[in-house]
């Protein structure tokens, strides 16, 4: 019987430190997850990474990265993390947000000291960039604006009166408290009125309505240009110009940033580069499968650079159409040129004044081909294709995941390649 007792008690240990051995076991030899905050970031440590970590995208598959934030429940995953890598360049509005949700988060922004691509910001509250007079009537019109990463555009209107420095009433006007107005709201533009205007990412409208004809002056902390461009539209959809504009001297106190760094094959390569050594000292012990990984990505990459460098070199046409002003890092490692239209947005359709001002741009400059979001509307694309007898072709930014990408399984290097071959392709198309 005490024995039996023995027996009974020494396998119970046995049993119980097996137990608790695997635990630790586990535990010690569990995979970390790491976080990156969308598809291309996700991809590219994918591919250093492999199976070595559990890789997770903090942003849904569904959503679009210049419109979606975490939830609280989304900053609470990120918690346990050790490693949270994130594109940068503003890119994610929302992440000062969770470095005071998470103070402890190690997170590794992939575009410092890159040779990004800026702009003048806005300019300090009393001061302005552009001024111009407009002739307008006691009717409504559009201030209609194209793709920017800019949250506000501060405005003010007053009638013109002879003799006046506009300088100097510029001035005293910008210096009141300015009312917010959202995107699609119509202005009861007031004489003296300064205005902040909201955003949207895609394409934007704020409509004026003006209770009074005459000159008016019309003047804007920022001078439309590629990170934030607008244009005045008259009550029959046609783009006015004013009568006198001119550019200020005032300091920008804020700089734009284009943070599209990602679509740029030399980009990929820095990217690459920073995650292998992130990895390396999250897990040493994997050090020569991160840097084997790693070679195998940047001889991909700079095989598909090479490849397209030489393509480029032989094309006379350097310019090409876009719906969306995301290929900016692209144009300039190739020496080219993209003209985004005006309100032809990658998730919107077109007004039919921004198809006959697409029309007329591409039977001007000899283009015929015109690109669309892949993934997103094509009706307004090829439409305009119709008209030049020309072709749509998809483009990819890779800021959600397409529903033909994910049944095509492409990954990053497939979606730069098709990007590139289609815009070889529109750059070498016949002309009719």
Known sequence: MINRLKKALVTGFVLTAGLLAGCSTGSKDAKPTVYAS????????????????????????DKEAHYWEPSARDMKTLHDTPLFIVNGANLEFWLPKVKQAVPQLNVLDLSQGLNLIQGAGSTKKGEFKYLATYAFTPEKYLLDFGHTHEKTLRVAFWKRKNG???????????RQEAKIIKQKDTIAVQDGGVYELEMGHEHGEIYLQFSEGGDWQFVADRVSGELLSYVMVDPKDQVIKPKKEEETQAEASTTSTDPHAWISLPHAKI????????????VPAQKAAYEKN??????????????YREKFKTVSLRHFVVPHEAYAYL???YGLTQYPLQGL?????????TIKDAIAFCKEHGITTVFYEYGGGRKGADTIAAEIHGQALPLSTMEFIAPEQKKKNQHYLDLMEMNLENIYKSLTEKRP
Not at 271 to 282: F, G, M, N, S, T
Not at 298 to 307: E, S
Not at 345 to 353: A, D, F, I, K, V
């Open 294 to 307: 790693y070679a195998e990505f940047i001889q991909k990459v700079d095989a598909l650079d090479a490849k």
């Open 345 to 353: 947005t990658s998730m919107e359709e077109p007004s039919l004044r």
């Open 38 to 61: 969308f598809y291309p970031v996700y991809d590219i440590t994918q591919q250093i990474a492999k199976d070595t970590v559990n890789v997770k995208s903090l942003m849904p598959e």
């Open 271 to 282: 990217y690459a580069e920073r995650i292998r050594d992130a990895l390396i000292q999250l």
């Open 331 to 333: 144009s300039r490692d």
């Open 164 to 174: 006046e420095d506009a300088m100097t009433r510029g001035k005293e006007v910008m």
